[in-house]
């Protein structure tokens, strides 16, 4: 058996694969933990994706399930779904996934990346599935019922996980057990993965929570807040952010004594921060957080004080419209992530239908370099019209892929290790898809592929690539987050 090892580096110093015979090291078949950002940028080329797929609001009485999609150009199954894993309850809403380990085990030789987890985000199960004993086919390891993060962290609604340097696995929580907003972390042990109880100090909880990111270099871990779950559960109602029921800040966390600090808040222009991501260079003391409501992308950095700030870089205009639930329609930002070497910036403007790509090699001056448009709500034959667009840009053609016209707009991104690969999927969540884009219900939503241009900037939609989920057996589905086995630049943090 080969295995893959990477030279421990200096901070720039790029890790190289070579082959080695010791069994004590990681197995590249399990996807082991990787030295740097670059060693990884320089990993193997991916050919199978991870997708939690989501039946609850579809009217179609089945469990979500975890779909393997071969991805690899040479097989002879590219762009087909090759496995489903189905969970065993109904209307869980699987949404984002992490791993029992991942690149801050790198100095735990003993540490393999087989098993993913999968938070339920409504029904707060959490499953542990293992995808090293057959990574082409994962099976069901453990599960962890809601009354454990009921009762022994007065958690709810969990999101976002990420294993830490300790081998425990840590999972953000939006809310506690009566639906009410509650931004608080559950700890799972990383080998039985029992519930420990809070990362965070008794009644130090912040009002929201959603995703969140750690630095151990800087000491800090940064919270971001969506809203109540109650509140967005089955869809948005735009007075619930006049009644406080959606976050605006982020929160900034001591790593080492898990103690808040400060609470930046980003004001009306960052409504509902979402995905938090910091640069992959473990020396790096900034970040970007994508903001959703008022589509606004705000940097956050360290100060010459030791504290924390954040400053507004990019602000993506509403448009004028028609036809639509209220006269000006945001873009939508939600999904964000920034390659490997640091150099780009990607997100989804879900209303608005398309993709961006930013050059941030000047930090504070994000350059756009790249956009496509993969569907969206202003097609120019659909029912809204455009009155005003303060961007000038014609509305767009519908997306069309091998003959299927895509329902629903661009929403979850993965990059390929080398950057040049950008995979997009079109579901947000199951509530809000129901609301907005009603015809990916019935049809279910699809992964396309986009070609990047990593050295000038660029996208372009991959036509010969699709992946239509509304052709599962079951009935249309909707597919959400995407995963490699072994890890990319959403799931790692170098220490």
Known sequence: MLHCVAVPACLGEVGVWVESEDPKLPRSSAGPPHSSNLFLL???REEILYLPCIYRNTGILKPDYLATVDVDPKSPTYCQVIHRLPMPNLRDELHHSGWNACSSCFDDASKKRNFLILPSLISSRIYVVDVGTNPRAPKIHKMVEPIELYWKCGLANPHTSHCLGSGQIMISCMGDPSGNGKGGFVLLDGETFEVIGNWEHQGEAVPFGYDFWYQPRHNVMISTEWGAP?????????????????????????????????????GEEGAIPLEVRFLHDPSAAEGYVGCALNSTVFRFYKTAEGDWAAEKVISI????????????????ITDILISLDDRYLYFSNWLHGDIRQYDITDRRNPRLVGQVFLGGSIVRDGPIRVLEDPENQQQPRPCIIKGKRIPGSPQMLQLSLDGRRLYVTTSLYSGWDKQFYPDM??????????????????LTLNEDFLVDFGKEPDGPVLAHELRYPGGDCTSDIWL
Not at 248 to 262: G, P, V
Not at 441 to 458: F, K
């Open 42 to 44: 320089q990993g193997p």
């Open 230 to 266: 109650k509140a967005l559960v089955n869809g948005f109602n735009p007075a619930h952010v006049q009644e406080g029921l959606y976050g605006s800040a982020l929160n900034i966390w001591d790593w080492t004594t898990h103690k808040k600090l400060q609470r930046l808040d980003l």
């Open 317 to 332: 205009p509403s448009k004028k419209v028609e036809g639509w639930m209220l006269p000006e329609m945001p873009s939508l």
């Open 441 to 458: 219900i019935r049809e279910g939503s699809v992964m396309m592929q986009i070609d990047v241009d990593t050295v000038d900037g660029g």
